[in-house]
Structure formats: C-alpha cells, structure tokens
C-alpha cells in the first residue's frame, strides 16, 4: 500500500509540474491563435495556425511591418490579426488608394501591386497609438474604420505558422 500511495504521489505531481508549466508558459510566453476571416488574405489565410510571442513586446517597442493579435478596441473579448502600420509620433495619411508615413510613401513589400488603400484618413499618432491594417485592404476592419489601437491592447507579435503544415514558417 506505501509503495501504491508513493506512485500515484510522483503521479499527482508531476501532473501538477506539468500544468503549472503549461500555464504559465502559455499565459505569459506564447499564446496560440487561429486566424479566422480573409483580412490578412493573401499572408495569412483562414484556418491558419499561429503562435504568438507574448514577451518581445515587454522588452522592446512594436514596429512598423509588425504582424500583431491584439484585443479589439470596442470589444475586449474579441482578438483581431493586424499588420502595425503607424507607430508613436507618426503622421499616418491614407488617401489616392496609397498610405504615407511622415510624408513618405510607405513601400508596402508584402502587399501585391495593384492593391489600393480605400480612405481617407490624416492622424498624428500620440504616445503608445498604434495605427494597424490587414494586408487585404478591401476586407479588412481596422483602423481606418474603428481609429487607433493603444499598446495596452497588443499582446503579442506572430512568431509562428504551423497550420497548414505545408506553409509552416518562421516570422522574425
């Protein structure tokens, strides 16, 4: 009976180790999503699998290019995928299907050719604003509709795709 008692012991507890260690890993570290809806279309479809890094964020500021989760600004509950456009202290103008950045048009690399950038938006950014949008322009609800994103709201950058297991591919 001692040594049955003693194994379901190192049972409980390494079971307990483990999901202490789950918990904190993925509360505080990385966070999986699934990408749902087209607003990311043609770099992240719907069904995508992706991890997202929940500590670069403490250590160093968001970045223009940035692909981010975050939560959404008129509902809390809900988690949106968005590419970091603006940053603190940028003038953000949309206008003539193109975006400028400080009076320089953004050279927008991950977007094909003929896409345009519907609005019509001039906004200088304060501290800790972020201005995001989905790479597929025309689909996408983001801040050109629902206006800036506050750093608060970020949680973290997509490091990760491992779903589908074809388009498996590290961010940096």
């Known amino acids: 009976m001692k040594q049955f008692l003693a194994n379901l012991w190192e049972i ?22 699934l990408v749902s809806g087209q607003s990311m279309e043609p770099n992240f479809q719907g069904g995508n699998y992706l991890l997202i890094d929940e500590v670069s964020y403490r250590l160093e500021d968001p970045q223009r290019g940035d692909v981010i989760v975050f939560r959404y600004p008129g509902d809390e509950k809900t988690f949106y995928i968005k590419r ?11 206008s003539n299907g193109r975006v400028s950045i400080n009076g320089q048009i953004l050279n927008e690399t991950y977007l094909d050719e003929d896409i345009r950038t519907v609005g019509n938006i001039n906004r200088k950014l304060g501290p800790d604003e972020y201005f995001v949008m989905g790479d597929n322009r025309d689909y996408s609800f983001d801040s050109r509709q629902w206006g800036i994103l506050s750093e608060k709201n970020i949680i973290g ?6 779903f589908p297991l074809n388009k498996i591919q590290i961010y940096q």
Do not use: S
């Open 84 to 94: 970091i456009i603006g940053i603190p202290g940028d003038q953000v103008v949309v």
């Open 12 to 33: 409980i507890e390494v079971v307990l180790i483990a999901g202490i260690t789950v918990f904190i890993i993925r509360t505080y570290v990385v966070q999986p999503f």
């Open 157 to 162: 950058i997509v490091r990760l795709r491992l």
